[in-house]
């Protein structure tokens, strides 16, 4: 989630007071308030919209929803001077094959301008950039640069400059190894002969993108009057988008944008401002919204949005990257017009409706339960390895029918493979509470077949009665059968080995339903009781509930 | 007279029982006398006194008590007895041969000093102790000595030598000890003495009404026993669904209400329905591994009319969109996930509509379900929780439909106050976010995430671009703010009192 910090004072200077009903215009323009103080107002800019990552940027597209400043906004962009060249080798292909680059000049930087394109810099590479992996920028103040510049790829011992917050000059490896902002980003560089820098005409090193730039050309200072801009990266597109978003906010502070040529096989002028054209269909726009807008609406709503609109044809803004389809546009007319100024309404369609069959049995099985003064329980999906095993008298290392969660913050990390073990568990952390305790739960455990590597998910229901005994347990399962008019039969187990090992021999039975095991009950072995420090008897049953749903009728 | 009849019909048993012995001062006695025990005794003394027949007046009262040293001292003499009986053979010795022969610790042996020093039976001379006493004032037993023989005592009915004996001992170290105890003082009233003077047998009253009785009769020729109406009884506890299970079938009530059909599917998916249905590229950010949960498996795509589709609408885009101009790895699909949203099932609702050649159009279906996140647990987040979900299928539905819809839904859930912001899906536009008044807190409280999906979206699953409003509303905090449950941890802490104690869904 990307948050912009906005300077309250400078708010209300350049754009207004910020009351409530500004901080409500706010949100209805699609950029929450996430706080607000007497210093500072912080929102949360969603990630289309990566050209309000800064505070000119937010305030060139809210001026327009105010209807302040509406429209296309232009630029002026200055031709190429003498030697504003990028010259991309053939060595980088492989590497990060493209590049696009500007000089902006005559800025004046302050405090508080530099730290936005700071900011910004840093907001673009974690959102539209994935983190520097798509794309990186680059500024640098040009007075320390001699230009022409070259983009190429070259062998890591034989680059040499020294870094950002470093004391002394460091080999390309070194810093991957060393440097703080080398080894965040050193997974990017991972398994290149070559790493990518950017060299001026006097063979410095400017950076070595995506990781770091040279402390002597890479710093801008409040002295800094022109920088030279380059983003390099995969994606063309996105590349260009991202040098438009730099460029103009640097306009936006009062720079003046010049192009660059940027010399690959043939040669581009980079920042390329011209508007992207699309056409919109307005009785499209007015059928989705359920509006009836007159082409002059619609136009002054797509201004205010900072789009022009003739003849069907929107001219939208360069440093749009979220615009792919014309519901793109739609949404801005939307957005424009006022969310808050559409009137609910509920179509007369009829449909009839109807609830999934299984959650109907699941509920009258619940129902049953409930009537026996059972409490129904909720637990978690995923588990805990040693509540799934040791604690159930199971070796872990044994299974491989269980699912593992890769990644997991928690220790919560494979997929529940019973309900008996949250019972148990329940019952464990509930040894203060009044007895007698009687609890079930229905959902769904996971599983992967040892044999055929299939990966099923299906619906169980398991009870716990403490202090319970067997007959307890077999008159509840026998009583909730009946119930539901369904025949089951309970016998001994065949082989002890197949029945889980947390019941007592002896005092386990399986559930045969349509002449298949369901399921098992019995009383829980003192030793299990133990692992959980459980200081009454439980008798348990757990069964799975699919041949129960395939009998009563699925969906 | 009436009235005395009357109260009488209310006595228990026991109450009946103790009630010629409650002039006896002491509990103890009334316990002897009634051959109850005192936990009976206490209840039908506050049984009586609820009667206003007797007054219980509690006192506070300071007993001493023989402390572990006193205990010891009682039976081994006090320090100053098994020194003064050194002295008796000895006349004259030195301090350290004194405390050497007695074998007296440091503190007592210097308490032991003090004490017969200040009854004048010693005098301390170049470090040496004198006897200075008679042989029969040696062998007189000490105020001290008497008191620690009869302790307990009550502080109040000391004589003058034991207050002596109790200020001479009081700040030596664990010789006694002093503690409250408090004592129950029964005062009869003008009432309990007017039923005293009556004859207490005035009747035999039925108390439980047993088959015996109705099968005998006898309830034709006695009276029943009245019992106190008003007196507390213990709590009782039912059988319950879980509250999260309860809002969850109001949820599924409400859709149902208006006509919407259920969707039910697995909480694991594939990456392809989870996300690249969704027109979810592949290195958006929700798809690695620090938002999502993925298994370490890979599962089968769907038909590969489908499967071509979604690629297309990903590379170069579908009905005129863009796309995202990628290249689509298929491999990247067939990731298992754990859902992050119930979506994943009306994109699969959708591709069954599209194959089955739209012919039920239009058509509303719904999901309540679990979805996971990659998250830590704390009072506010969770990596599970619980969404509904709900699309309306239909070639006329707008922006306005989709408002509709989510205004009645947050209104049967109890939430009369909404807003909808603009906000961002990869898969909607118009997207919306969607808030609810928070009357407590005074502020809006975000809960619906929305919009209507893209042509990206439906044109691959449906076969043609029809509008397809979705929502999925984030449930826990409604369920929170209903509940009144400031954690969200307790939704699946499953403490049982609580869930014995949790009110019912009233909706």
């Known amino acids: ?555 | 007279m009436e009235d005395i009849k009357k109260i009488a019909e209310y006595l228990s048993p026991n109450e009946k029982r103790i009630l010629p012995f409650i002039k006896e001062k002491d509990i103890q006695e009334i316990c002897r006398k009634s051959a109850l025990d005192k936990v009976a005794v206490l209840r039908a003394l506050e049984y009586l006194q609820n009667k206003k027949i007797v007054i219980l007046n509690t006192k506070k009262e300071k007993i001493v008590e023989i402390g572990v040293n006193g205990a010891l001292y009682k039976r081994k003499g006090l320090p100053e007895r098994r020194l003064l009986n050194l002295l008796d053979t000895k006349k004259i010795i030195s301090l350290e041969e004194a405390q050497k022969q007695s074998k007296l610790s440091d503190d007592e042996f210097k308490a032991s000093i003090g004490a017969l020093k200040k009854k004048a039976f010693i005098e301390l001379k170049n470090g040496k102790i004198i006897l200075n006493t008679t042989k029969e004032e040696i062998s007189r037993k000490s105020l001290e000595e008497s008191f620690i023989e009869y302790l307990p005592l009550n502080i109040a009915s000391l004589t003058p030598e034991q207050k002596f004996a109790l200020d001479s001992l009081k700040n030596r170290r664990d010789i006694i000890d002093t503690r409250e105890e408090s004592i129950i003082e029964i005062e009869i009233t003008e009432l309990g003495k007017k039923i005293l003077k009556q004859d207490l047998n005035i009747e035999d009253l039925i108390e439980s009404l047993t088959p015996e009785i109705l099968k005998k009769g006898v309830w034709k020729s006695k009276k029943f026993r009245r019992y106190n109406v008003t007196s507390q009884v213990p709590e009782i506890n039912g059988g319950k669904r879980h509250f999260v299970n309860q809002a969850s079938d109001y949820a599924r009530k409400i859709w149902t209400e208006m006509g919407f059909k259920e969707m039910n599917g697995n909480l694991l998916q594939s990456s392809f329905w989870n996300f690249d249905a969704l027109f979810t590229a592949q290195d958006h950010p929700v798809r690695e591994m620090q938002d999502t949960f993925f298994i370490n498996k890979k599962t089968e795509l769907p038909a590969s009319k489908i499967v071509k589709a979604v690629k297309q609408s990903h590379e170069k885009g579908v009905n005129g969109s863009k796309g995202w101009q990628y290249s689509w790895n298929e491999e990247e699909a067939k990731r298992l996930v754990l859902r992050t949203h119930t979506t994943c099932l009306s994109a699969q609702t959708l591709a069954k509509l599209g194959e089955a050649g739209l012919k039920e159009l239009p058509a509303k279906f719904f999901a309540v379900g679990k979805c996971f996140r990659n998250e830590t647990i704390d009072w506010g987040h969770g990596f599970e929780f619980n969404q509904t979900e709900g699309i309306v299928v239909d070639e006329n539905a707008n922006f306005k439909h989709l408002i509709g819809y989510l205004k009645e839904f947050a209104k049967k859930m109890g939430f009369e106050k909404v807003r909808f912001r603009p906000a961002y899906f990869p898969y909607t536009e118009p997207s919306l976010e969607g808030d609810v008044w928070n009357e407590e807190k005074q502020k809006w409280m975000e809960v619906f995430g929305a919009g209507i999906f893209r042509p990206e979206v439906t044109e691959p699953l449906l076969g043609k671009p029809i509008p397809v409003l979705a929502w999925g509303p984030g449930f826990d905090r409604m369920i929170m703010r209903i509940y009144n449950i400031q954690d969200l941890r307790e939704f699946y802490k499953n403490d049982l009192s609580l869930l014995r104690k949790i009110k019912f869904w009233i909706k």
Request: aromatic share 8%; with cysteine.
């Open chain 1, 1 to 555: 989630m990307a948050i912009i910090s906005i300077n309250k004072k400078i708010f209300e200077k350049e754009i207004g007071k910020l009351d409530e009903k500004m901080q409500e215009r706010i949100a209805m323009f699609g950029t929450p308030i996430e706080t607000i103080n007497e210093q500072e107002l912080q929102l949360e800019i969603f990630p289309n919209r990566p050209d309000m990552l800064s505070y000119h940027g937010f305030k060139r597209a809210f001026l327009g929803f105010l209807g302040k400043k509406t429209g296309l906004i232009s630029y002026k962009i200055n031709k190429p001077e003498k030697n504003y060249r990028v010259t991309v080798d053939s060595s980088v292909n492989s590497i990060r094959p493209y590049t696009v680059c500007a000089i902006v000049k005559n800025l004046k930087f302050d405090s508080e301008k530099i730290k936005e394109i700071i900011d910004v810099q840093e907001k673009i590479h974690f959102t539209l950039g994935r983190k520097r992996k798509k794309l990186a920028i680059g500024i640098y103040p040009l007075e320390k640069i001699k230009l022409p510049i070259t983009f190429k790829a070259l062998e890591p011992d034989k680059i040499k400059f020294r870094p950002l917050e470093s004391e002394r000059e460091m080999s390309g490896l070194e810093i991957l190894q060393k440097h703080p902002a080398g080894k965040e980003y050193a997974h990017l560089l991972a398994g290149k002969v070559k790493f990518p820098v950017f060299i001026d005409a006097e063979n410095k090193i400017l950076s070595m993108p995506p990781v770091i730039n040279s402390d002597l050309t890479g710093k801008i200072t409040q002295e800094t009057k022109d920088v030279f801009i380059e983003c390099s990266g995969f994606d063309w597109a996105a590349l260009n988008k991202c040098l438009n978003i730099i460029t103009t906010t640097l306009a936006d502070m009062g720079g003046e944008i010049y192009q660059m040529e940027v010399k690959y096989k043939r040669t581009y002028l980079t920042p390329d401002l011209a508007p992207e054209k699309m056409k919109i269909n307005l009785d499209d726009a007015n059928k989705l919204l359920g509006l009836e807008l007159k082409e002059k609406e619609i136009k002054n709503l797509l201004e205010k949005m900072g789009h022009n609109y003739s003849k069907g044809i929107v001219e939208i803004p360069a440093w749009r990257v979220d615009v792919l389809h014309e519901v793109d546009l739609i949404e801005d007319i939307a957005i424009a017009y006022g969310y808050e100024n559409f009137t609910p309404e509920i179509p007369e369609i009829s449909t009839i409706g109807q609830e999934s069959q299984t959650e109907i049995i699941k509920r009258k099985i619940s129902e049953i339960l409930t009537g026996l003064n059972f409490l129904e329980l909720s637990n978690f999906h995923l588990t805990k390895k040693p509540d799934q095993f040791a604690k159930m008298g199971l070796n872990e290392k044994n299974s491989k029918e269980v699912l593992e969660i890769e990644n997991s913050k928690t220790d919560y990390n494979i997929l529940r493979k019973d309900l008996s073990h949250y019972a148990l568990k329940i019952l464990s952390e509930n040894v203060d509470v009044e007895y007698p305790q009687k609890i079930f739960e229905t959902g769904r455990v996971f599983c992967v077949s040892e044999k055929t590597n299939e990966i099923s998910e299906s619906e169980k229901l398991c009870l716990a009665i403490t202090p319970g005994n067997f007959t307890e347990a077999k008159q509840v399962i026998e009583y909730l059968f009946k119930m539901m008019d369904l025949n089951i039969k309970i016998d001994e187990p065949d082989i002890q080995q197949d029945a889980p090992v947390h019941f007592i021999e002896g005092r386990t039975a399986k559930i045969i339903f349509e002449g298949k095991t369901i399921g098992y009950l019995g009383e829980i072995h003192p030793k299990i009781l133990s692992n959980w420090r459980i200081k009454m008897p439980v008798s348990l049953c757990e069964i799975s509930l699919e041949d129960i749903f395939e009998k009563l009728g699925t969906d």
